[in-house]
């Protein structure tokens, strides 16, 4: 049966590189993005590599609770098995005033963490029903930056686009601790990933000068993405045995501190599964009669 490799971010930086890997691979690849044009041009990368076939690309705004839900229906529907999911959508805000989604969620929250939550409970039956599951969530598990506002996830106030950024991805690491405890039979294997600094189209989302410089420490220090896709794939065709793992590029890290502390971890996970309870967001009313 063919492998099914889902990734969110699959249109640009590390996902698509990810997509393209696998579909030269021979897997079918459903790469999920918020811009139809890199979706069109990754499908005719794929055309190119003979493989249009196997690769679909699926329109979705993940600051959406409902359409991250709606995507993860759109993909039951289609596939019998999803065999590897990978999260790495994610648009840096660092700068400017604090947003929040039509749902009322901060904006970085709301991408770069609830997406993640709704796609990895959400998929979760799907990817039991292939034979080595795994989900690789892309982040910064071990680096010492960042903590949860317990008192105010949303950043009502004191709010920063780096802090907002950073308790993204802290929460994320809690995530990756959660789905296994929560879900203590699962055969899925959660690897939780940072893949270092690689040159992406990050510095593109940064006011100048600093994009400018930015770009020219990428050019300098970065890991070009056709390398650190090598590492990832790698972790993903052999998921290690654990339920919860967590990787700096190749080397393992201990889970320890409070970045992987489960207790934190399950209370994440349940002010998580109030903050999205469908009941919230009813479906939208259909056309009056």
């Known amino acids: 049966m063919r492998t099914t490799v889902v990734i969110t971010g699959g249109t640009d930086g590390l996902g698509k590189g990810l997509a ?3 579909l030269r691979q021979g897997a079918r690849v459903i790469a999920v993005g918020s811009t139809p044009a890199k979706g069109e041009a990754l499908l005719a990368e794929a055309a190119r590599l003979s493989a249009d076939g196997r690769a679909v690309f699926l329109p979705c705004d993940l600051t959406s609770v409902r359409a991250a839900r709606e995507l993860v229906t759109t993909i039951e529907s289609t596939c019998p098995s999803v065999d590897k999911l990978v999260l790495c959508a994610q648009r840096y805000r660092l700068f400017g005033p604090r947003t929040v989604t039509a749902e009322g969620f901060e904006h970085s929250f709301a991408l770069a963490y609830l997406s993640r939550y709704i796609l990895s409970h959400g998929l979760r039956h799907a990817l039991e029903s292939a034979p080595r599951p795994v ?6 598990p071990g680096t010492p930056l960042g903590r949860i506002r317990w008192d105010d996830l949303q950043l009502e106030t004191g709010y920063s686009g780096t802090r907002a950024t950073l308790q993204s991805f802290r ?3 809690l995530l990756g601790v959660a789905f296994g405890a929560v879900h203590p039979e699962t055969p899925v294997r959660y690897v939780g990933y940072n893949p270092g600094v690689v040159a992406t189209g990050m510095p593109e989302h940064l006011p100048q000068p600093l994009r400018t410089l930015t770009k020219a420490a990428f050019a300098l220090f970065a890991t070009s ?3 650190a896709v090598v590492p990832m794939a790698r972790l993903l065709d052999e998921p290690p045995g654990e339920p919860f793992t967590a990787y700096r590029t190749s080397r393992r890290l201990a889970l320890k501190g409070a970045a992987f502390d489960r207790d ?5 996970h349940r002010l998580t599964e109030q903050a999205v309870d469908p009941a919230r967001w009813p479906p939208p009313a259909g056309p009056a009669t």
Do not use: F, W
């Not at 934190?264 to 994440?268: P, V």
């Open 20 to 22: 393209l890997h696998y």
């Open 171 to 173: 929460a994320n690491d």
């Open 264 to 268: 934190a971890a399950l209370r994440m």
């Open 225 to 227: 993405v056709s390398k």
């Open 135 to 140: 989900i690789m969530n892309v982040g910064t």
